[in-house]
């Protein structure tokens, strides 16, 4: 083990906050069996104390500390997809803390699949000797509370700066966005719910397992407007998450030139987002200085691991507004989707 990961491992077991990169986003963890370290979390971020927060574990051979009650299925796809961008959503074993859960008798568990991480969290592991709950780590996004996303180091440097006692630099995320989580705390009987999609989609749980996922809104859906407020509070479920400061848009490609004209006619500053390859080619006169394009890759899975890096240097450059084109109506769009319909929504607050 590395210095650097042995005083990681030291200062975690003090209460103090270490930043680490997983495969999905960059995560501020602590002790997650110590209140008072998951609280320094809630402080750096601004977080509100009812959000739970995901623990991530060494290996699914940790999940009985954390977890009661588990199905056959979370076993099943903890063998298919851990260490990766799962999260599942389980019944709570006692003594997790309050703090962990939102006050919920649910608790969320992953394993990420970033090799420096996975050290981190077995080195941890074994030096925590506490019974119960134990060898976990609490983990959100390394960013302000509602805000993108970090998918480097720097990008947690310059976001909370001090607030974090040590930051493991693990290179750029591969995957780009959160985790897809998944509801199996209801019980015997009742189908995987979809809470939040990611790079896991539905259609390969079910490849996987043979079981269907529920999805929000389905036929198969519980999800009356009576019965939704059964589904646990999980992160990034919020109507306005993932946000630039910048006001943001989304628009069809057919309307983004129509926009970087206007804009440019108007002397407003505007940075467009839109997706490889150009569709059609703006010849702007030289006001147009004010009108920026980004190219974020045109397939699903590139255009996430570059969205959340975009949509930062797009803020950093204070224009007036950003412009995104909006992304495929499919299923290996979704996540981005999601993403995207968040960020407008909290955009400029």
């Known amino acids: 083990m590395s210095a650097e990961l042995a005083e990681a491992v030291r200062l975690l077991q003090a209460g103090k906050l270490v930043a680490l990169p997983t495969e999905t986003v960059y995560g501020l963890a602590a002790d997650a069996a110590n209140p008072a370290a998951v609280a320094r979390i809630f402080a750096a971020k601004g977080r509100p104390a009812d959000h739970p927060l995901i623990v991530h574990l060494p290996g699914a051979g940790w999940l009985e500390r954390w977890a009661r009650e588990i199905p056959p299925l979370a076993w099943e796809l903890a063998e298919a997809f851990w260490p990766g961008p799962l999260t599942l959503i389980l019944k709570r074993a006692p003594g997790v803390p309050d703090a962990v859960t939102g006050g919920q008798d649910t608790v969320g568990v992953r394993v990420p699949a970033h090799p420096l991480t996975l050290e981190l969290l077995r080195a941890f592991a074994a030096a925590d000797n506490k019974a119960g709950p134990a060898g976990g780590l609490a983990a959100p996004s390394a960013n302000r509370f509602g805000r993108i996303s970090p998918t480097s180091a720097e990008h947690v440097r310059d976001e909370l700066g001090d607030a974090v006692d040590l930051i493991l630099d693990g290179g750029a995320c591969p995957v780009g966005i959160e985790s897809t989580i998944?509801?199996?705390?209801?019980?015997?009987?009742?189908?995987?719910?979809?809470?939040?999609?990611?790079?896991?989609?539905?259609?390969?749980?079910?490849?996987?397992?043979?079981?269907?996922?529920?999805?929000?809104?389905?036929?198969?859906?519980?999800?009356?407007?009576?019965?939704?407020?059964?589904?646990?509070?999980?992160?990034?479920?919020?109507?306005?998450?993932?946000?630039?400061?910048?006001?943001?848009?989304?628009?069809?490609?057919?309307?983004?030139?129509?926009?970087?004209?206007?804009?440019?006619?108007?002397?407003?500053?505007?940075?467009?987002?839109?997706?490889?390859?150009?569709?059609?080619?703006?010849?702007?006169?030289?006001?147009?200085?004010?009108?920026?394009?980004?190219?974020?890759?045109?397939?699903?899975?590139?255009?996430?691991?570059?969205?959340?890096?975009?949509?930062?240097?797009?803020?950093?450059?204070?224009?007036e507004q950003i412009v995104c084109e909006a992304v495929p109506e499919s299923a290996d769009w979704s996540a981005v989707a999601d993403r995207l319909r968040r960020a407008a929504c909290g955009a400029g607050a």
């Open 182 to 319: 998944l509801d199996l705390s209801r019980g015997a009987g009742a189908l995987p719910r979809l809470l939040r999609p990611g790079r896991i989609t539905p259609e390969m749980i079910t490849r996987a397992t043979g079981v269907k996922v529920e999805l929000p809104g389905s036929p198969d859906s519980s999800a009356s407007s009576a019965q939704a407020a059964d589904a646990p509070r999980v992160s990034g479920s919020l109507d306005a998450h993932y946000a630039p400061r910048t006001p943001l848009r989304l628009l069809a490609t057919a309307d983004l030139d129509a926009a970087a004209a206007a804009a440019s006619a108007a002397g407003r500053s505007l940075v467009v987002l839109r997706r490889q390859p150009a569709r059609s080619v703006l010849a702007f006169p030289a006001t147009a200085a004010r009108v920026q394009t980004r190219w974020l890759p045109a397939d699903a899975e590139g255009f996430a691991r570059a969205l959340y890096a975009a949509l930062r240097e797009a803020d950093a450059l204070g224009a």
